[in-house]
């Protein structure tokens, strides 16, 4: 696309421009003689060099803890949404929860899955995706217990209780002192 306006400015301050003088007697900026240096060996120096691959690093550490800390954004938007969807059993309520079990769970056992391309240091990345992975699994188990869908009481458990047989049995109710007759 051709630019509407063809106007060109040239922003290199020469000597017979207005306001040389002066901005030349002004102190130079930090690193002014540095970058001057540098531009006058060509920038081919060794510090440059390590420091592109110093970029080149924070940027693939800065890439591993974008991916780590994405599960903490599903987290809140699974408990807005399952907070919306209330106690009651529905279809949306299920599909929430079971979303909110299901994903966290595959999530860790595929755990080196997303890191697997980048080439740095990634455990504490994986670290934090892990726990942020068993928070968002354990915020859809309470919201299951809430919905009564997890054994939680002793009521749920009542199939299993034993029942003894009572031997003998009286219909005279015991005293206060423990003693049946006087």
Same mark, same amino acid.
């Given at each position: 696309m051709p630019r509407?306006?063809?106007? +060109?400015?040239? *922003? /290199?301050?020469k000597e017979s421009h207005e306001g040389f003088h002066t901005l030349s007697k002004l102190p130079? /900026?930090?690193?002014?003689?540095?970058?001057?240096?540098? %531009?006058?060996? #060509?920038? /081919?120096?060794?510090? %440059?060099s390590t420091q592109?691959?110093? %970029?080149?690093? %924070?940027?693939k550490r800065a890439k591993a803890m974008s991916i780590a800390t994405k599960p903490g +954004?599903?987290?809140m938007m699974n408990a807005f949404m399952m907070y919306m969807s #209330?106690? +009651?059993?529905?279809i949306f309520s299920i599909s929430t929860t079971s979303s909110a079990i299901i994903t966290p769970i595959t999530s860790l056992i595929q755990l080196d899955k997303p890191f697997a391309s980048i080439d740095t240091d /990634? +455990? *504490?990345?994986k670290l934090i995706y892990a726990l942020l992975n068993i928070t968002w699994l354990l915020v859809g188990l309470y919201k299951m217990s809430s919905m009564r869908l997890l054994p939680t009481t002793s009521a749920d458990w009542a199939d299993r209780v034993v029942w003894k047989e009572m031997m003998e049995s009286t219909s005279i109710p015991p005293t206060n002192d423990g003693y049946m007759f006087m």
């Open positions: 509407k306006f063809k106007i +060109q400015m040239e *922003l /290199t301050l130079k /900026t930090v690193g002014h003689e540095a970058i001057m240096l540098a %531009a006058r060996s #060509g920038g /081919t120096s060794v510090t %440059a592109v691959s110093e %970029a080149i690093k %924070a940027k +954004q599903q987290v #209330g106690k +009651q059993l529905n /990634t +455990q *504490l990345p």
